[in-house]
C-alpha cells in the first residue's frame, strides 16, 4: 500500500482548511504535489476499486498556492479531469460513487479555469463609448454577459456593470463592446416611439440585424431574425434575446398592457424611460379620457393638488410637515395636469395610483380645511348666495371663476345669469378716476 502511504502524508503537509481535524506530521522532505498528482493519474482506477471516491482533492483546490504554476501542472490537471470524465462514463448511473465524482470534476474545473485566467488587478471604474463600467464584487449572483451572452461565473471571474444602463459584461468583453450607452439617448432624445410595431421590412435592413449588422433571415440561416415590438425592426439572437416589456404605442392607442418581445437595448431604453413624464394624452389621444373612467378621476384628483399647491407654499406649517414631498416620486404631479409617465399608465390600470392619490389628496385638504387656521382664511364666501360654510377651490360642489379665481356654490354661478361680482367690482376700480389731488 505504497500509495496510501505517501498519498497520506502529502496531505498531511498540506493541510485542508476545510478539515478541522488536527495535522501534526510533516510531508517528507523532497515530496512535492507533482510526484503525487502523477502517482495519482497512473493509479486511479486501482484507487476507485479498493476504496470511496477521493480523487485526491482532500488538499485546498480553491486557495492559491505558493509560488505560480507552471505549463505543465496545467497539463496533469488537464489530464485528471479527462481521467475523471472517463470514469463518471464507467461507473453505475445514479449512483453515489458517481454524483461524487461528479461533484469533484466540477472542483477541479474550477481550478484550471483559475488557473488559466488568474485574477489581475482590474480598474474600479472603466469609461468606454459614453458608458461608466463599474466593477462588481458579488461573486454569487448568476449573471449573463451582454456581449458574448455567456454566463459570468462571479466566484471565479471579473465582470463590469455600467452604472448607467445596467450593461453587464465579462473584463475580457470590455474591448468588443460596440453598443453605446443607452442613457445617453435618454439624455438627448427623450421620447417614446408612438407608432404601433413600425415595421420595414428584412429587406429594407439589408437582412441585417439593426444593431450588429450581423446576417439575418426569417429561416433562421445563419442567424434567427428576432422582431423587436417597440421599433419594428429586426434583430440577431445576440441583440435580442426575446426579452418582454410594456410597449407605450400599445398602451396610449390601444390601453394593452401585455408585454411584448423587445430587442435588448429597447428593454434598457424603456426601463430608463418608464418614470419620465414624457406622454401627453390629450394630445397624443384625448379620445382615451372618454373610455377610461380611471383616467378621468386621476385628472380630477390631479387638478385639486395643483390648487392646493398655493396654499402649501405661503403655509409656514405646510413647509415645515414638507407635505409637498409626499409626491416626491411624481414630481410633475404638482407641476401640471396634463403629463404622464408610462409608470403612471400602469399604476393607473392596476388601480394603484388611484389609491395612493387619493390618500394624499385627503391629507392636503384636511391640513387646509381642518389643521391650518392660516389655510382656513384664505377660504371664500359664495358672493351669490352670501351663505354656506367657507369654500375652496378644490371642493367638489364648487365652481371657480376663469377670470378671478373667485370660488361659488356651483348651483349658484350656473343658475347667476350676472357676470362674477368680484370680476365687476376689479372692472369698476380700474374705471375709477385718479385723485390727483391727493398727491399734490
Same mark, same amino acid.
Given at each position: 500500500?505504497?500509495?496510501?502511504?505517501?498519498?497520506?502524508?502529502?496531505?498531511?503537509?498540506?493541510?485542508?482548511?476545510?478539515?478541522?481535524?488536527?495535522?501534526?506530521?510533516?510531508?517528507?522532505?523532497?515530496?512535492?504535489?507533482?510526484?503525487?498528482?502523477?502517482?495519482?493519474?497512473?493509479?486511479?482506477?486501482?484507487?476507485?476499486?479498493?476504496?470511496?471516491?477521493?480523487?485526491?482533492?482532500?488538499?485546498?483546490?480553491?486557495?492559491?498556492?505558493?509560488?505560480? @504554476?507552471?505549463?505543465?501542472?496545467?497539463?496533469?490537471? /488537464? &489530464? =485528471?479531469?479527462?481521467? +475523471?470524465?472517463?470514469? *463518471?462514463?464507467? %461507473?453505475?448511473?445514479?449512483?453515489?460513487?458517481?454524483?461524487?465524482?461528479?461533484?469533484?470534476?466540477?472542483?477541479?474545473?474550477?481550478?484550471?479555469?483559475?488557473?488559466?485566467?488568474?485574477?489581475?488587478?482590474?480598474?474600479?471604474?472603466?469609461?468606454?463609448?459614453?458608458?461608466? @463600467?463599474?466593477?462588481?464584487?458579488?461573486?454569487?449572483? /448568476? &449573471? =449573463?454577459?451582454?456581449? +458574448?451572452?455567456?454566463? *459570468?461565473?462571479? %466566484?471565479?471571474?471579473?465582470?463590469?456593470?455600467?452604472?448607467?444602463?445596467?450593461?453587464?459584461?465579462?473584463?475580457?468583453?470590455?474591448?468588443?463592446?460596440?453598443?453605446?450607452?443607452?442613457?445617453?439617448?435618454?439624455?438627448?432624445?427623450?421620447?417614446?416611439?408612438?407608432?404601433?410595431?413600425?415595421?420595414?421590412?428584412?429587406?429594407?435592413?439589408?437582412?441585417?440585424?439593426?444593431? +450588429?449588422?450581423?446576417? *439575418?433571415?426569417?429561416?433562421?440561416?445563419?442567424?434567427?431574425?428576432?422582431?423587436?415590438?417597440?421599433?419594428?425592426?429586426?434583430?440577431?439572437?445576440?441583440?435580442?434575446?426575446?426579452?418582454?416589456?410594456?410597449?407605450?404605442?400599445?398602451?396610449?392607442?390601444?390601453?394593452?398592457?401585455?408585454?411584448?418581445?423587445?430587442?435588448?437595448?429597447?428593454?434598457?431604453?424603456?426601463?430608463?424611460?418608464?418614470?419620465?413624464?414624457?406622454?401627453?394624452?390629450?394630445?397624443?389621444?384625448?379620445?382615451?379620457?372618454?373610455?377610461?373612467?380611471?383616467?378621468?378621476?386621476i385628472r380630477k384628483l390631479r387638478q385639486d393638488i395643483l390648487l392646493m399647491k398655493p396654499y402649501f407654499l405661503t403655509c409656514k406649517e405646510a413647509m415645515e410637515a414638507r407635505l409637498l414631498l409626499q409626491l416626491q416620486d411624481r414630481q410633475h404631479f404638482v407641476e401640471n395636469d396634463d403629463m404622464y409617465s408610462?409608470?403612471?399608465?400602469?399604476?393607473?390600470?392596476?388601480?394603484?395610483?388611484?389609491?395612493?392619490?387619493?390618500?394624499?389628496?385627503?391629507?392636503?385638504?384636511?391640513?387646509?380645511?381642518?389643521?391650518?387656521?392660516?389655510?382656513?382664511?384664505?377660504?371664500?364666501?359664495?358672493?351669490?348666495?352670501?351663505?354656506?360654510?367657507?369654500?375652496?377651490?378644490?371642493?367638489?360642489?364648487?365652481?371657480?371663476?376663469?377670470?378671478?379665481?373667485?370660488?361659488?356654490?356651483?348651483?349658484?354661478?350656473?343658475?347667476?345669469?350676472?357676470?362674477?361680482?368680484?370680476?365687476?367690482r376689479l372692472t369698476e376700480r380700474k374705471h375709477e378716476p385718479t385723485n390727483d389731488s391727493e398727491w399734490e
Amino acid at each position: 500500500m505504497e500509495y496510501d502511504e505517501r498519498l497520506a502524508r502529502f496531505r498531511q503537509g498540506h493541510a485542508n482548511p476545510f478539515d478541522r481535524s488536527e495535522v501534526t506530521d510533516a510531508p517528507r522532505n523532497g515530496e512535492c504535489a507533482c510526484e503525487v498528482m502523477s502517482l495519482f493519474s497512473n493509479s486511479i482506477q486501482f484507487y476507485f476499486s479498493e476504496r470511496p471516491m477521493d480523487l485526491g482533492l482532500a488538499e485546498d483546490h480553491f486557495s492559491r498556492p505558493v509560488g505560480s @504554476f507552471v505549463a505543465s501542472d496545467i497539463e496533469q490537471l /488537464k &489530464q =485528471t479531469i479527462e481521467e +475523471c470524465k472517463r470514469l *463518471i462514463l464507467e %461507473l453505475p448511473e445514479h449512483s453515489e460513487r458517481q454524483k461524487d465524482t461528479v461533484v469533484k470534476l466540477i472542483h477541479l474545473r474550477l481550478k484550471l479555469q483559475e488557473l488559466k485566467d488568474p485574477e489581475e488587478d482590474e480598474p474600479n471604474l472603466r469609461v468606454l463609448l459614453e458608458h461608466r @463600467f463599474s466593477k462588481e464584487k458579488s461573486k454569487s449572483v /448568476k &449573471q =449573463t454577459c451582454d456581449k +458574448c451572452s455567456a454566463i *459570468i461565473w462571479g %466566484l471565479i471571474q471579473t465582470w463590469y456593470t455600467c452604472t448607467g444602463c445596467y450593461y453587464r459584461c465579462h473584463s475580457k468583453c470590455m474591448n468588443l463592446i460596440t453598443k453605446p450607452c443607452v442613457r445617453s439617448k435618454v439624455s438627448h432624445q427623450s421620447e417614446y416611439e408612438l407608432n404601433i410595431c413600425p415595421e420595414i421590412g428584412l429587406d429594407r435592413q439589408d437582412y441585417r440585424c439593426a444593431e +450588429c449588422r450581423s446576417p *439575418i433571415s426569417l429561416r433562421g440561416v445563419p442567424s434567427e431574425a428576432r422582431q423587436c415590438d417597440y421599433t419594428g425592426q429586426y434583430y440577431c439572437g445576440s441583440c435580442h434575446w426575446n426579452d418582454a416589456a410594456i410597449v407605450p404605442a400599445r398602451v396610449i392607442h390601444n390601453w394593452e398592457f401585455e408585454p411584448r418581445k423587445v430587442c435588448r437595448s429597447s428593454l434598457r431604453y424603456l426601463a430608463l424611460m418608464i418614470s419620465r413624464p414624457v406622454l401627453k394624452l390629450k394630445e397624443v389621444n384625448p379620445l382615451l379620457f372618454n373610455f377610461v373612467e380611471e383616467l378621468v378621476e386621476i385628472r380630477k384628483l390631479r387638478q385639486d393638488i395643483l390648487l392646493m399647491k398655493p396654499y402649501f407654499l405661503t403655509c409656514k406649517e405646510a413647509m415645515e410637515a414638507r407635505l409637498l414631498l409626499q409626491l416626491q416620486d411624481r414630481q410633475h404631479f404638482v407641476e401640471n395636469d396634463d403629463m404622464y409617465s408610462l409608470q403612471d399608465l400602469i399604476d393607473i390600470s392596476t388601480g394603484r395610483l388611484s389609491c395612493s392619490l387619493t390618500e394624499i389628496h385627503t391629507v392636503f385638504a384636511k391640513h387646509i380645511k381642518l389643521d391650518c387656521e392660516r389655510c382656513q382664511a384664505k377660504g371664500f364666501v359664495c358672493e351669490l348666495c352670501k351663505e354656506g360654510d367657507i369654500l375652496f377651490p378644490f371642493d367638489s360642489h364648487t365652481s371657480v371663476c376663469q377670470e378671478c379665481s373667485a370660488v361659488f356654490h356651483r348651483d349658484c354661478y350656473y343658475d347667476n345669469s350676472t357676470t362674477c361680482p368680484r370680476c365687476a367690482r376689479l372692472t369698476e376700480r380700474k374705471h375709477e378716476p385718479t385723485n390727483d389731488s391727493e398727491w399734490e
